[in-house]
């Protein structure tokens, strides 16, 4: 079982910051990816970035040249630095996480979600 416990988020005006941050805590035996979903009103969840254990990123079209997301596979904690933030990324925004156990095979964890709001 992997709990992830996510920090960050908030309320902030367009052109402005945010960092989030998801750390997996539990039992497993190795994550395989990272990632960061957000979910905007009346939208389906959809990616915004992620990273691999070898080291490649992948990230929406949309964020790209604005967010970075940094993933140390060491401490199992991923991070997500949003600049230049605009008001459609206003979403809830989700961790997640591909963790290997001998036990369960690989398998997907979420964070429970944090609300990030940019006002215009």
């Known amino acids: 079982q992997v709990n992830l416990v996510e920090s960050g988020g908030g309320l902030v005006q367009a052109g402005g910051s945010l960092r989030l941050s998801c750390a997996a805590l539990?039992?497993?035996?190795?994550?395989?990816?990272m990632a960061w979903y957000r979910q905007a009103p009346g939208k389906q969840r959809e990616m915004v970035a992620r990273?691999?254990?070898?080291?490649?990123?992948n990230y929406d079209d949309s964020v790209k040249g604005r967010f970075t997301i940094s993933g140390d596979f060491a401490s199992n904690t991923v991070s997500l630095q949003m600049n230049s933030l605009t008001p459609e990324d206003t979403g809830v925004y989700y961790c997640?996480?591909?963790?290997?156990?001998?036990?369960?095979?690989?398998?997907?964890?979420w964070g429970q979600g944090t609300q990030v709001t940019v006002s215009s």
């Open positions: 990273t691999t254990s070898s080291g490649t990123r």
């Open positions: 539990g039992r497993f035996f190795k994550i395989n990816f």
């Open positions: 997640n996480v591909n963790a290997y156990d001998f036990s369960t095979g690989s398998q997907p964890y």
